[in-house]
């Protein structure tokens, strides 16, 4: 049910309201980041990867993935959650991890940022 009321209450959001969230992430996200451990995980034979953040200063943000794609999607998924972005406001581009989670094979365990992608305007 709570899903459901958040789900009606981000459709009803006003533009205004959206942008004023969408300023808290940009902020936050250019600032300081967000810092995510990743890791492997295996369990009852599944293997999926797993991210948590370590520095987020409102709880912990975290999410799963069987790729690194798959991950790299909830994870963005996760933050917009976080940071209550109604949902036709949020823009997967909008959001970068450094060291990019696709460029590298992941280790035991890999620390990655996120940031907000910046772009450039003439």
Do not use: W
């Amino acid at each position: 049910m709570n899903r459901l009321v958040h789900r009606i209450q981000s459709y009803l959001a006003t533009p205004s309201q959206a942008l004023e969230k969408l300023d808290v992430l940009g902020i936050e996200l250019s600032q300081r980041g967000i810092k995510f451990n990743v890791r492997s995980v295996e369990e009852d034979g599944e293997k999926y990867l797993y991210a948590e953040s370590v520095d987020y200063p409102r709880g912990y943000i975290s999410a799963t993935g069987t790729t690194k794609e798959d991950l790299e999607k909830e994870l963005k998924d996760a933050i917009f959650t976080a940071f209550e972005i109604p949902v036709r406001y949020c823009d997967p581009k909008r959001i970068t991890f450094n060291p990019p989670l696709n460029s590298s094979p992941l280790s035991a365990t890999q620390s990655l940022t996120a940031r907000e992608e910046r772009y450039v305007t003439a």
